[in-house]
């Protein structure tokens, strides 16, 4: 995804002169190479973006962009630091090689997803990202080093000012960077006033003058985090300080209320948007707080030094690596434990009734006589939520990467490529399970639909996928029978305004972690026993160490046919093709040598599937096998290196060796 402002459009054989906020979705890894201030020009499918979206509309991508213009020299400059704390950061084992420059200048082109997955669970997620933390860390660190230099009061804030414009050019000029310089800054005015009671008037003036210079704000989830988290920071945080201190070290009071003030401030919203309560939020930020100073601070040295001596930027990288470690260590621990997210209802009546539950809540805090209803009812809602945890896991699973959907008698894989972002094979046989599935992952952008036949199970649920999400396009096999499904797919993805590209033999594509090549059909088949399930596409991922085959609804002739061309079909998991049915090529399933096979299967079908035989056949081998129809969802994750299988019903394990 990469963010431009559009000034000319041409379509129709008509100009368009504008000034309007987009968001590109393309593969081309060359859009990762371009630096704000480039004026560049590209061809695509415009829509219109999702509703509370902050730009005005959405373009699919056809292709590299053409630069017709260099960036300016401060931006190159900075683009020369963000690429230097890359390297700097190179020798560093992987977690914390991704993670440093996250919390240094948002950069997450290399975390980890278990990594990132685990910030989300235990609520650390502000961390990846250029937020107000950072531009705290960067005006604390220039205010104490003014401090020791003896620079007057009413300067000092002005030094700060001046850094931290440049940290917003270091860490590029996005909207959520410039609303966190802005909160930066009414914390200056306050300062420099030297009256606390500025801070309240100086926030409310930032929103208005905000709302009013772009008014989508109003509508925009991190803006509205932003101005939470301030006042909290405002508002609630001086006093629980002062009252906490009186029984605690000042520096743990004073680390215990600031995450607990934003929390709180902010935990509506974050309901209200990611239909969980991350319970351990704040112990987890407040374990944090010791080690982000120090990451975020060798960060930015190591950036600067990177460009003129690497080594040096190397030997600081590595200063950098143990807070980094820490907070690593933090997550994984976190998201680890029973109850460290818990289910909540989304949208309005979520954010209401947590509103409601910290209004009741808070004035109990001050009241020596609830003081032990308050523990007593604290403790029997850990039990129960840890009760509930270990009955029924935590959906998603940390570290996720591929899910087969329970969908019935029929085929819904789920490839993540990106938060909140996946790619999906096959839709299933009725819209509401697939969408059950995907909204339960959080995907609200589909780069691409590839329907590997045109058979019902597969695609009758696309209207699931498409309805109140960014799809880029949807890709079919090279065979458009049945007839009556290929209309509807293209009447589907015509009044959506996504458009259908037919796949082809050997189409490779890369997107975040995930590889992918078509190796089958060669050919559309003719006059076996079933045309549409022998022409079915037949696609080969790796993600990290992992290699996953997906193979439709392939009976023994297109089975015997790819060993025939002498395709490599080994993989460390196998999509069991047509549903584990006893039309199977036992050399195939030999040749394939999976660890573990997904069957998508739905309970109590008439067809007999899965065959008997079929699973006989795979356990005789060492595979082991997970079907949908009795685990529910099956996520695949990376954990410590190791594949993981999770049912969602509560089966799950280590994939064998």
Same mark, same amino acid.
């Given at each position: #995804?990469?963010?431009?402002?559009?000034?000319?459009?041409?379509?129709?054989?008509?100009?368009?002169?504008?000034?309007?906020?987009?968001?590109?979705?393309?593969?081309?890894?060359?859009?990762?190479?371009?630096?704000?201030?480039?004026?560049?020009?590209?061809?695509?499918?415009?829509?219109?973006?999702?509703?509370?979206?902050?730009?005005?509309?959405?373009?699919?991508?056809?292709?590299?962009? @053409?630069?017709?213009?260099?960036?300016?020299?401060?931006?190159?400059?900075?683009?020369?630091?963000?690429?230097?704390?890359?390297?700097?950061?190179?020798?560093? !084992?992987?977690?914390?090689?991704?993670?440093?420059? /996250?919390?240094?200048?948002?950069?997450?082109?290399?975390?980890?997803?278990?990594?990132?997955?685990?910030?989300?669970?235990?609520?650390?997620?502000?961390?990846?990202?250029?937020?107000?933390?950072?531009?705290?860390?960067?005006?604390?660190?220039?205010?104490?080093?003014?401090?020791?230099?003896?620079?007057?009061?009413?300067?000092?804030?002005?030094?700060?000012?001046?850094?931290?414009?440049?940290?917003?050019?270091?860490?590029?000029?996005?909207?959520?960077?410039?609303?966190?310089?802005?909160?930066?800054?009414?914390?200056?005015?306050?300062?420099?006033?030297?009256?606390?009671?500025?801070? #309240?008037?100086?926030?409310?003036?930032?929103?208005?003058?905000?709302?009013?210079?772009?008014?989508?704000?109003?509508?925009?989830?991190?803006?509205?985090?932003?101005?939470?988290?301030?006042?909290?920071?405002?508002?609630?945080?001086?006093?629980?300080?002062?009252?906490?201190?009186?029984?605690?070290?000042?520096?743990?009071?004073?680390?215990?209320?600031?995450?607990?003030?934003?929390?709180?401030?902010?935990?509506?919203?974050?309901?209200?948007?990611?239909?969980?309560?991350?319970?351990?939020?704040?112990?987890?930020?407040?374990?944090?707080?010791?080690?982000?100073?120090?990451?975020?601070?060798?960060? @930015?040295?190591?950036?600067?030094?990177?460009?003129?001596?690497?080594?040096?930027?190397? *030997?600081?990288?590595?200063?950098?690596?143990?807070?980094?470690?820490?907070?690593?260590?933090?997550?994984?621990?976190?998201?680890?434990?029973?109850?460290?997210?818990? !289910?909540?209802?989304?949208?309005?009546?979520?954010?209401?009734?947590?509103?409601?539950?910290?209004?009741?809540?808070?004035?109990?805090?001050?009241?020596?006589?609830?003081?032990?209803?308050?523990?007593?009812?604290?403790?029997?809602?850990?039990?129960?939520?840890?009760?509930?945890? #270990?009955?029924?896991?935590?959906?998603?699973?940390?570290?996720?990467?591929?899910?087969?959907?329970?969908?019935?008698?029929?085929?819904?894989?789920?490839?993540?490529? /990106?938060?909140?972002?996946?790619?999906?094979?096959?839709?299933?046989?009725?819209?509401?399970? @697939?969408?059950?599935?995907?909204?339960?992952?959080?995907?609200?952008?589909?780069?691409?639909?590839?329907?590997?036949?045109?058979?019902?199970?597969?695609?009758?649920?696309?209207?699931?996928?498409?309805?109140?999400?960014?799809?880029?396009?949807?890709?079919?096999?090279?065979?458009?029978?049945?007839?009556?499904?290929?209309?509807?797919?293209?009447?589907?993805?015509?009044?959506?305004?996504?458009?259908?590209?037919? *796949?082809?033999?050997?189409?490779?594509?890369?997107?975040?972690?995930?590889?992918?090549?078509?190796?089958?059909?060669?050919?559309?088949?003719?006059?076996?026993?079933?045309?549409?399930?022998?022409?079915?596409?037949?696609?080969?991922?790796?993600?990290?160490?992992?290699?996953?085959?997906?193979?439709?609804?392939?009976?023994?002739?297109?089975?015997?046919?790819?060993?025939?061309? /002498?395709?490599? @079909?080994?993989?460390?998991?196998?999509?069991?093709?047509?549903?584990?049915?006893?039309?199977?090529?036992?050399?195939?399933?030999?040749?394939?040598?999976?660890?573990?096979?997904?069957?998508?299967?739905?309970?109590?079908?008439?067809?007999?599937?899965?065959?008997?035989?079929?699973?006989?056949?795979?356990?005789?081998?060492?595979?082991?096998?997970?079907?949908?129809?009795?685990?529910?969802?099956?996520?695949?994750?990376?954990?410590?290196?190791?594949?993981?299988?999770?049912?969602?019903?509560?089966?799950?394990?280590? *994939?064998?060796?």
């Amino acid at each position: #995804m990469a963010r431009v402002r559009v000034e000319t459009v041409r379509t129709g054989g008509r100009t368009f002169r504008l000034r309007a906020p987009v968001v590109v979705l393309s593969s081309e890894p060359s859009w990762l190479e371009l630096l704000p201030s480039q004026r560049i020009r590209t061809e695509g499918r415009l829509r219109p973006p999702e509703r509370g979206d902050d730009v005005a509309a959405v373009l699919s991508g056809r292709g590299p962009p @053409v630069v017709l213009s260099g960036p300016s020299g401060v931006q190159r400059a900075a683009g020369q630091l963000r690429a230097g704390l890359r390297r700097a950061v190179d020798p560093l !084992p992987a977690g914390e090689r991704g993670l440093l420059p /996250g919390l240094v200048v948002g950069d997450t082109s290399r975390l980890d997803p278990s990594v990132r997955e685990d910030f989300r669970t235990v609520g650390l997620t502000h961390l990846t990202a250029v937020s107000g933390t950072n531009v705290a860390i960067v005006v604390g660190a220039v205010l104490l080093l003014c401090r020791r230099l003896r620079v007057g009061l009413r300067i000092s804030p002005v030094v700060a000012a001046v850094a931290l414009a440049g940290f917003v050019v270091l860490a590029r000029p996005s909207p959520s960077v410039l609303r966190a310089a802005v909160m930066g800054l009414v914390a200056l005015v306050a300062l420099s006033s030297g009256n606390r009671k500025a801070a #309240m008037p100086a926030l409310a003036t930032a929103v208005l003058v905000l709302v009013l210079a772009d008014p989508d704000l109003a509508a925009t989830p991190g803006f509205a985090l932003s101005v939470l988290a301030t006042g909290g920071l405002l508002v609630l945080a001086p006093a629980w300080r002062e009252r906490w201190s009186r029984h605690l070290p000042r520096w743990l009071a004073d680390a215990l209320a600031v995450p607990a003030a934003a929390q709180v401030a902010c935990g509506p919203v974050v309901v209200a948007i990611s239909s969980s309560l991350g319970l351990l939020s704040v112990p987890a930020n407040l374990l944090a707080v010791p080690a982000v100073a120090p990451a975020t601070v060798t960060g @930015v040295v190591a950036a600067l030094l990177a460009p003129v001596w690497l080594p040096a930027a190397h *030997a600081v990288a590595w200063v950098g690596w143990l807070p980094t470690a820490w907070l690593v260590l933090v997550a994984r621990t976190g998201a680890g434990l029973p109850g460290a997210s818990v !289910p909540w209802p989304n949208g309005m009546r979520g954010a209401l009734l947590l509103a409601g539950f910290t209004v009741l809540l808070l004035p109990a805090l001050r009241r020596r006589r609830l003081r032990l209803a308050r523990l007593a009812g604290s403790t029997g809602a850990a039990v129960v939520t840890a009760g509930l945890s #270990m009955a029924a896991p935590a959906w998603p699973p940390t570290g996720w990467f591929l899910v087969a959907c329970d969908v019935g008698q029929g085929d819904a894989v789920v490839l993540r490529v /990106g938060e909140g972002s996946a790619v999906v094979i096959d839709a299933g046989p009725e819209p509401r399970a @697939v969408d059950r599935c995907l909204d339960d992952l959080g995907v609200r952008q589909v780069p691409l639909v590839l329907l590997t036949h045109l058979h019902a199970d597969h695609t009758d649920g696309l209207p699931g996928v498409l309805q109140g999400r960014t799809v880029g396009e949807v890709e079919i096999g090279p065979l458009d029978d049945p007839e009556e499904q290929h209309d509807d797919v293209l009447g589907q993805a015509r009044d959506a305004e996504v458009p259908v590209q037919r *796949a082809a033999l050997g189409e490779a594509r890369t997107v975040g972690p995930l590889h992918l090549s078509v190796i089958a059909p060669g050919r559309a088949y003719r006059g076996t026993s079933s045309d549409p399930n022998n022409s079915s596409l037949v696609v080969r991922l790796r993600v990290g160490p992992t290699t996953v085959l997906l193979t439709g609804d392939v009976e023994p002739e297109a089975q015997r046919d790819l060993l025939r061309r /002498g395709i490599d @079909v080994q993989a460390d998991v196998l999509k069991v093709p047509h549903h584990g049915s006893a039309s199977q090529e036992p050399a195939f399933l030999d040749a394939v040598g999976a660890s573990v096979a997904l069957t998508s299967v739905g309970a109590g079908n008439t067809y007999g599937h899965p065959s008997r035989n079929t699973l006989d056949r795979l356990l005789a081998t060492g595979t082991r096998s997970f079907r949908t129809d009795l685990d529910g969802d099956i996520a695949l994750a990376h954990r410590d290196g190791q594949l993981v299988v999770i049912g969602r019903r509560g089966a799950g394990s280590a *994939a064998p060796r």
